[in-house]
């Protein structure tokens, strides 16, 4: 091997170490620790089986941004059969598990999460409106460690009374069917005002 081929190999060794420490921080022979994968909560109330449709949804999504859960990232799923009090034990347990995340679906299952915990990120999906759950302080600005989506229902209790009105102008009564439970909500005639009675 001349002067300059040796030169070049080992500039080329260099260059190639250089990149592995850069680009692994470590030898190949030096033992690495293995990346830590990401762990999700998923808690529900309901049974497995009630809420199969929800969790394969949510695993379809998941997939959808490259994430396949026992591979790169893992789902604990937590139900409920038994109402709020196993709720926020099965919240508590999520949390001792040291989940990167929280996924309560319902309102019912975000309450005692937001309660078990105010550093977990917590990806709330609510029908309700968050605000007056006192889930956040707002909607532009949620403030503390609770994001996620609402459809907002109650809000938009008016327009759908203005226009079933619309539809049926001769309507003078309209009944409301609601759950028995509800959590700190307001009824959902907020758009009563707007309707004109024949």
Request: positive net charge; contains cysteine; charged residues 20%.
């Amino acid at each position: 091997m001349d002067h300059c081929s040796r030169r070049q190999f080992v500039h080329g060794v260099g260059v190639l170490g250089l990149a592995l420490v850069a680009g692994c921080g470590s030898w190949p022979w030096q033992a690495r620790t293995p990346a830590r994968v990401p762990r999700i909560g998923f808690l529900l109330l309901g049974s497995r089986e009630d809420r199969a449709p929800l969790i394969a949804g949510f695993l379809r999504g998941l997939g959808d941004l490259g994430y396949v859960d026992g591979q790169n990232v893992n789902i604990a799923r937590r139900f409920s059969a038994e109402g709020r009090d196993q709720l926020r034990a099965l919240a508590a347990e999520l949390i001792q598990f040291d989940v990167d995340a929280i996924v309560p679906s319902g309102s019912q299952a975000t309450e005692p999460t937001k309660q078990a915990t105010s550093t977990t990120p917590i990806v709330m999906v609510t029908g309700g409106d968050p605000v007056d759950l006192g889930f956040v302080a707002s909607l532009a600005r949620p403030g503390g460690n609770i994001t996620g989506l609402s459809i907002l229902s109650h809000p938009i209790s008016a327009k759908r009374l203005e226009l079933l009105t619309d539809i049926l102008p001769g309507t003078s009564r309209i009944a409301v069917v609601c759950g028995t439970r509800p959590i700190r909500r307001r009824p959902a005639t907020g758009g009563r005002r707007k309707l004109r009675p024949t």
